[in-house]
């Protein structure tokens, strides 16, 4: 599925994640899907550092696997998708070295990382290493004492010393960001293991873990002593931390170079995780109402309802591109609602680019275009607070009429970082934009504030703002896919 540009009046749902855009994902049509629900599956693979650029596999029921090929980006993340009816699945991420071969499992959609931790969970319940589990066909039973075994690893690792993080922290299904406190857990723990003077390997290790000896964990690291920030021979105040030749605050600390707060900015990171993705399989059908609110007394003025339909490559003056069918299904709507929007994903730029639409006067059956010259793009992938500034003109032309111009646009896009929002669907973590758009018809500039859900990019709500106010106007109330309601 797309992230469609806010521009287009249209909202939609992601098939690459997390908020996390999968290089090499394929959007070719997929015709054994077509009539089936499909779920997705979307999350992050890393041993601390990611694991990019690496293959993900998936052996669910039946045999069946991933309805496309599925690839970590950058910042390991992933997301690809199954048929419903193939659940449960085992996962394996493929990386270069031993301890970045790793597994993961999973009965449902949603977030489902690959990490050590999930890896040697594996290995616990299942009594075996999870390369063997991964290419056996009952993956289920292996692993049927799953919850027990993460509950006596994460005790483990606690009673060896290291921070786990509380609040139902689940290394299966809780999202995770670069330099937070899960990636920070895995930075530790798989220092530690590396470090062990007696063990050969990690494939060594596992084999410790699968016969349940949960007591060759190794001790936490322990934090040294500041030797090198106070008064001695480092420089007190000096060189490599103090006040002194590296910054003050540090080049990749503090409120880093790259607009976070972590190593290189946690604008990085949270770009990662907002990148678009790729286009769904042809036949997908995206469902979705939204409440409109009155922005002066905040009072609800009405409830839009939209259906999508992923009609697969089309091309659009030229250039190839997506075909998606758009129609307002809100009560009392007609067929003039109807248009195909033409977008296409730019993975070099990591933009999404929408080239224009078309719609059919259903008494005359005269087509009318649209399209941006030039081709209007939104880059998702921003480091928080950067902007991206373009100008672009909106034409028009009917069957055999001449090009008309409709207006010229200047529109910035400003990226605000991932917040945790709720709304009447559901909580949702969310990729947040500030808008800021004139036209030749309407120069007085206005600005919006977006939320894109990070786990499948849906849009979940927008909101005027005035004098920094955010003041909301549509928020989402439910959304479906090829008719299975998707919960955040």
């Known amino acids: 599925m797309s992230w469609l540009s806010a521009r287009t009046g249209v909202l939609a749902l992601v098939i690459a994640l997390n908020g996390c855009s999968p290089s090499g994902s394929s959007s070719e049509s997929s015709s054994d899907v077509a009539g089936d629900q499909l779920v997705t599956l979307s999350g992050r693979a890393a041993v601390g550092a990611p694991i990019a650029n690496a293959p993900v596999d998936a052996r669910c029921e039946g045999g069946e696997n991933f309805i496309a090929t599925v690839t970590t980006n950058e910042s390991g993340g992933f997301l690809g998708q199954v048929e419903s009816s193939a659940l449960p699945c085992a996962l394996q ?40 589990w991964f290419n056996q066909d009952d993956h289920a039973s292996a692993v049927d004492s799953l919850e027990q075994a993460r509950e006596e690893f994460l005790n483990a690792l606690r009673n060896a010393n290291y921070s786990v993080p509380g609040n139902g922290f689940d290394p299966f299904t809780s999202s995770f960001q670069i330099n937070d406190a899960v990636d920070q857990l895995l930075d530790t723990f ?128 030229g250039e190839e591109t997506h075909a998606i069918l758009v129609e307002d299904v809100s009560e009392g709507v007609n067929d003039e609602s109807r248009n195909t929007t033409y977008v296409s994903i730019d993975t070099t730029e990591r933009v999404e680019r929408t080239h224009g639409s078309t719609s059919v006067d259903p008494e005359t059956d005269e087509e009318t275009m649209l399209w941006f010259e030039p081709i209007f793009k939104y880059p998702y992938a921003l480091a928080i607070d950067a902007e991206y500034v373009q100008s672009v003109s909106q034409f028009s032309s009917t069957e055999d009429g001449p090009e008309t111009l409709l207006f010229d646009l200047d529109y910035t896009i400003q990226f605000k970082g991932v917040e945790t929002i709720t709304v009447p669907a559901g909580t949702f973590d969310a990729c947040k934009y500030y808008q800021t758009s004139s036209t030749s018809l309407e120069p007085t500039p206005s600005t919006f504030a977006v939320w894109f859900n990070v786990e499948d990019g849906i849009s979940v709500k927008s909101a005027a703002v005035e004098d920094g106010v955010e003041i909301t106007e549509v928020e989402l109330l439910s959304y479906s896919v090829n008719g299975a309601q998707q919960a955040p």
């Open 93 to 132: 991420v493929t990386g270069i070295g031993e301890d970045k071969i790793l597994h993961s499992y999973t009965d449902s959609g949603g977030t489902i990382n690959i990490t050590p931790l999930t890896d040697l969970i594996i290995a616990l319940s299942a009594s075996t290493a999870p390369m063997n």
């Open 190 to 317: 798989s220092a530690a293991v590396r470090d062990m003077p007696n063990v050969t390997g990690y494939q060594a290790f596992v084999d410790l873990i699968s016969s349940g000896n949960l007591a060759a964990i190794p001790e936490a690291p322990t934090t040294p002593e500041e030797d090198d920030s106070g008064s001695g021979d480092d420089d007190g105040a000096g060189d490599d931390g103090g006040t002194g030749d590296d910054g003050g605050t540090g080049d990749d600390g503090g409120t880093g170079d790259d607009g976070g707060t972590g190593d290189d900015g946690d604008g990085l990171t949270a770009a990662d995780l907002c990148a678009p993705p790729q286009i769904a399989p042809t036949g997908t059908l995206i469902e979705f109402s939204q409440q409109l609110y009155d922005t002066q007394s905040g009072a609800e003025i009405a409830i839009v309802s939209m259906r999508q339909e992923i009609l697969g490559p089309m091309e659009f003056r």
